[in-house]
């Protein structure tokens, strides 16, 4: 299923047909599979007819005698054959080696099947506004396995007044304001519910962190951060951060206007933020956006390898149609590369010279 995820029906049906060779499924997986991929199939009237002959002719094998078994998993073999046809018919699927891609398969099974028994395994993602975040997510998103979910934080109260898919909100805007642990427990429940999906559809749940709302809004940053401090508890958290060249994301603020959600509304007092922010993710791997793009696979591949989850060369192709909220700096681009350095105001320029934050900073972070 995974390969029929990625787009790559016929290598998914190729896969099906080695299967059944080595006898490595019983012919009821071999049906619950094959119905799985007949529903991937492209929806052409045309094939509509053939579709549900070859399902039928497929049902009738599998439902034989054990004692003519080998005679039809033979046939079987054969119809397996020409559903890959069939498939390859009126699709535009990529040229892929397919070792590589059932590779892959196997080792998600593998990686699946040796994972010590304890809390579920979750994965996070950490950055701050316009530090590239968004294109690196969905890059992510685009990965064959990966189900994101996009800026989340409970406590967050800016945005739009019209929330009708959020009860508790509306709630606590026109009754009273939610106690932390009223928010926290339906946050928790949330996110099981979205877990237990992703569990079923087997695919892995990662959650970006809205960091900014914990780090870049109000007088001070706040000492919590509920992704981390709150989801910590009921499962095993594999998460990273990523970064970016401070002035690049401050001046892609001062374009935003969001430099005004904290106080004071200046470079030095960024940083001061952007300090807090490492501090408190210290304990975890740091990529910066710089290297994303200028070696988008190999960044991606050190990701996938950091938060466990498949690497697939086609992320390159789909991440321009994956659609994210915090798409502001790259909306509907398809292409990743360096962008040059927004003009710096001379306000701007003066604080960098009097800034003892921003040096310090950028020695941090090896700038």
């Known amino acids: 299923m995974a390969l029929a995820r990625d787009g790559l029906l016929v290598c998914a049906v190729k896969a099906v047909q080695q299967l059944v060779e080595t006898q490595q499924v019983s012919p009821a997986e071999c049906l619950e599979i094959c119905a799985l991929l007949v529903a991937n199939l492209p929806a052409a009237p045309e094939a509509e007819a053939e579709v549900g002959g070859w399902l039928q002719n497929v049902a009738l094998h599998l439902q034989a005698s054990t004692a003519s078994g080998e005679q039809n998993r033979a046939e079987l073999v054969n119809q397996l054959e020409a559903l890959a046809l069939l498939a390859a018919s009126g699709r535009s699927e990529p040229e892929h080696d397919e070792r590589a891609a059932i590779g892959q398969v196997k080792t998600r099974e593998h990686r699946q099947q040796t994972r010590p028994q304890g809390k579920p395994l979750l994965r996070t993602i950490h950055h701050l506004a316009c530090t590239g975040g968004t294109v690196i997510s969905k890059c992510l998103a685009a990965m064959p396995d990966v189900a994101l979910i996009s800026e989340v934080n409970p406590f967050n109260r800016f945005g739009s007044t019209f929330e009708p898919t959020n009860p508790l909100l509306l709630l606590e805007r026109s009754y009273r304001p939610l106690s932390t642990d009223e928010i926290l427990e339906d946050f928790s429940r949330q996110i099981q519910q979205a877990y237990q999906i992703c569990e079923r559809d087997d695919v892995d749940l990662v959650i970006r962190d809205h960091s900014h709302s914990d780090f870049c809004i109000g007088t001070e940053p706040s000492t919590t951060c509920p992704i981390a401090d709150y989801l910590g508890g ?118 960098i010279d009097s800034s003892g934050q921003y040096g310090e900073l950028l020695g941090r972070l090896g700038y």
Request: net charge neutral; proline share 5%; hydrophobic share 35%.
């Open 234 to 351: 009921d499962y095993e958290l594999l998460s990273a951060m990523t970064v970016r060249h401070p002035l690049d994301s401050y001046l892609g603020l001062l374009a935003q206007g969001w430099h005004k959600q904290f106080t004071p509304s200046s470079l030095d007092e960024y940083c001061r933020r952007y300090m807090a922010f490492l501090e408190r993710y210290a304990s975890l791997p740091v990529l910066r956006y710089e290297d994303f793009c200028s070696q988008p696979a190999e960044f991606m591949k050190n990701l996938c390898d950091i938060l466990q989850v498949g690497y697939s060369d086609s992320f390159l192709g789909r991440f321009g149609a994956v659609t994210l909220s915090g798409d502001s700096g790259r909306k509907g681009t398809t292409t990743i590369e360096l962008r040059p350095r927004r003009k710096v105001p001379e306000q701007v320029q003066a604080e």
